[in-house]
């Protein structure tokens, strides 16, 4: 059983990495007040970006930082239409996501059924061996430890740091924010752009290391699903990381249970993280009060300075 | 109101000149081609596209083509189709076979537009459907996985619950037990043709459940990538794919559509086109073995005799006798499968564990 257990714990972290970086990333941006619903349009550029980058140098890790710098660009483009030229967020936010889609569909084209050398596991123990424990903590690629710090960082960011609280206080009411001094738009523009350089590197994962080769909308919905995250997670970061791993251990154990033989409809099984994600998402939003308790008051909201 | 009127007649009159100067350009017979996914999958959408560039080598003074990828497999394709029927393409290849439907519709409202439609089996008096005998390919894979196979399990990959994608397993499991009577299959079903992101997860789900040869019934080479990585031996599908796996890949089945492409291209051309069910197979060339690699002398030597006793017809993938999962025999000792059971093949054989989705 154990030799079981090892593989799908790990394959299910890296399953869930890419939803650790888009989500950490997204709920930064939205403890600032920004609602930006472009994160899958941005996973894609980071992934199409990231791996022609990784095509032409011939080292992934340079693909990784062109496209965590190409995720930062696109949320750029959200940010300066939704926080400068005050547009509505949630419609800008779509519109990034069908850009980012065609974007990336068009740049990618040349690149359909290239292969790059991919981003490999530091420690890689002799396969006769077996799986060990210390495979399960040591032999991960770098991205999963990397999303893990950066999760941890945020979570200490937010709740301990000085400007932690300053882009709380922005994400709640923007108002006194400003009254106070702090300026409001440029702490929102930091954390956008935050929010795209995760999803970026969110999405450059996917195409270095998870499936090494770019493929038409190959994040498949997991920029939604990371929003959902998000939302599931109360907006706290330690969740964010219970949720993705739910979320892409459900993805890992529906696989397993058929390769087993359990005898359970494929596509119920297709559809159980989904699932999942909306009776997480009905039980939390049960109890409206802790709801509005948790979510930034200012979410969503334009800011036009009064003074 | 009279400005109004001028505009009117301007844009008439653009209008009719922009369709004076289509239809005077239109000297070459247009070819139309819709696929699944992308040329670059390396794998299905590849092997259709490479039989369109043949078209365009050997009839290219005759004949241009285009292609429309990705089209998913629904309502959209009666759009993509029609829209290939409306802007003067005189045949139209429909390569999967969910396009079953919307061609028969689009086929109808343009009766004077030909129409092949891959792995299908509707026809129509301007639909022809054409399939390749892939379990044949199947058969040869199994025998090798079941010499080279050292934990006994297979890792199969498989889209559909539709006959062929049956058929492929059972021609497999069928090949693979005349070398290891005890050789089990795993299958998981991705309900895609192509989503390497799933692909791959379901490829290392299957490694960790202890198959060491993966095979799959999927586009693209994700999954063959997967195993690559873990050192793992994987066919290619429909494409050679080696040059992903250059160390683990054993071999492919290659889709050689463009012998029957230009075949049917010509009839356009010169009138003889007729529907009819084209179901060619090693025989005829249309499915053809990559090289044997990556395995030892002998394994490779069996796996060549294989191929050449289903090229010659003296080894039928379905010689009898079969017995279906409980047990009871569908063919005689002696007697092989004939096309009827295999167009709609519905069960799994003796010796596979599991059930088969509805």
Redesign the interface.
Known sequence: MLD?II??VM?MMT?ATPLIFAATGELVCEKSGVLNLGVEGMMLIGAVFGFIGATVTGDPYMGLIVGAFSGIMASLIFAILTLLLVSNQVATGLALTIFGTGLSALVG?N???E?ID?IRPLYVPN?ADGPSVAQLFFGHDPMVYLGLLVLLACAGFLSRSRWGMILRAVGDSDQSAHAIGYPVIQIRFAAVAFGGLMAGIGGAY?SLA????W??N?S?GRGWIALALVVFASWRPIRVLFGAILFGGI??VQ??A????L?I???IM?MLPYVATILVLVLISSNAMRVRLNAPACLGQPFRPER | MKSLNRVAIALLAALLSFGASTSASADKTKVGFIYIG?????GWT?AHDQARLEIEKELGDQVETTFVE?VPEGPDAERAIAKLAQTGHKLIFTTSFGYMEPTLKVAKRFPDVKFEHATGYKRADNVSTYSARFYEGRYVQGVIAGKVSKSGVI?YIASFPIPEVVRGINAFMLGAHTQNPNIKV??????SW?????????A??????GADIITQHTD???AL??AA???IHAFGQASDMI??APKTQLTAIIDAWGPYYVARTKALLDGSWKSQDTWDGMGEGMVVMAPFTNMDGDVAALAQKTYDDLRTGKLHAFSGPINDQSGKQVVAAGAVADDGMLAGMNFYIEGI???L??
Do not use: C
């Not at chain 1, 058929?258 to 033989?261: C, M, R, V, Y």
């Open positions: 079981l593989p799908s394959t399953a084209a690149y359909v059924g292969t991919r396969s996917l998870y499936t090494p080769l493929a038409e190959m498949a993805t890992i696989l397993n058929q390769a087993i033989g005898g409809p494929g596509a297709s | 992308p040329p670059g999958d390396h590849y990705g890792g795993k299958v998981v079903w991705v309900y192509y989503d390497p992101g799933k692909e791959a997860d379901a290392k789900v299957l490694m960790d459940q693209s080479t994700a990538q997967a990585d873990r050192g040059q992903f564990d599991g059930e989705p509805k």
